[in-house]
Each structure stands twice: as C-alpha cells, then as structure tokens.
C-alpha cells in the first residue's frame, strides 16, 4: 500500500500544547507524505467524506480519550469503516481498560505494582 496522506489522530484541547505535532508533520512531508491532524473529538474533521480523503489515520496523541471513552471508542470503530487505523482498534480496546496490565503480568511482563481507586 502506498501512503500518501496520514491523519495523526489527536484531541482538540490538546493540539496546542503537543510539541511533537509539528516536528512529526514536517518530517512526513519532507518525504513526500501529506498530513493533517486530526481531532477525534471534531465531528467536522472526522467525517466520512474527509476520512475517504486519507490512507492511514495514526493514532497518536488523543490524551483525553479517557473523558469519554465510549465515545472514543465509537469513534475510532466509525473510522476504521472508512481508512486503515493504526493500532487496530482491537488493541485500543484491549489497551482502554488499564487492567491490561493484569493481562501483561501473567505473561511475564514487567509491570509496576499500582493500585485500584
């Protein structure tokens, strides 16, 4: 698959304050890669018909997804009806729920011993 345009999935309020943005936009198009950021929590930069217009859409920085995660989740599941969504969305759902890390343990992981609120 060729790649020519990537959505880096990120949140609104978080887009100004995300020092690696710019830097990441500017390497991809040094090489020929057009790229956006795109909101996830923007239904105008989310929809269908701008979705169509990507080959990929990275999901790396949506910090707030933890506010309304169903929601994120939903979102990610409509997206990847329409474009390739890295991680799987399987893996964001596995990985949404922090007890992942029970999952890790039990295979050997490192993992931090943490407690429950």
Known sequence: ???TRIGLL???ASMP???DLEPLVVALQAVGVEVDPLPWDDAAATSRSRLQGFDLIVVRSPWNYHRRADAY???IDRMAAVVTVLNDPALLRWNIDKRYLDDLARVG???RPS???
């Open 115 to 117: 407690r429950s609120r």
């Open 1 to 3: 698959m060729t790649v």
């Open 109 to 111: 992981g490192p993992v």
């Open 73 to 75: 989740l939903a979102e």
């Open 10 to 12: 990120t949140d609104l």
């Open 17 to 19: 304050f995300d020092e």
